[in-house]
């Protein structure tokens, strides 16, 4: 009899567990869609993205907003 009460609390607490990880993981998702869409969220605006150095000996750059070379894609990068 108590190994009967013990399985069934263990399955309990099995199935408890897994429904709250179901639930975090759906809440998670739902957030991270959010942080995505805000961030896509400026893109295809008015704003302008240029050419700008990414590291000191500029063999590297990077098409950003704040850029200051000629017009470019956003997000573009070139070796040098």
Known sequence: MKKKILGIIVIAVVAITGAININLSRSTNGIMLKNIEALASGEGG???CRWAT???SETQVVCIRIGAGSI???G???YY
């Open 72 to 74: 470019c894609t956003c």
């Open 54 to 56: 990414r590291d000191e």
């Open 76 to 78: 573009d990068v070139k």
């Open 46 to 48: 008015s704003f302008v």
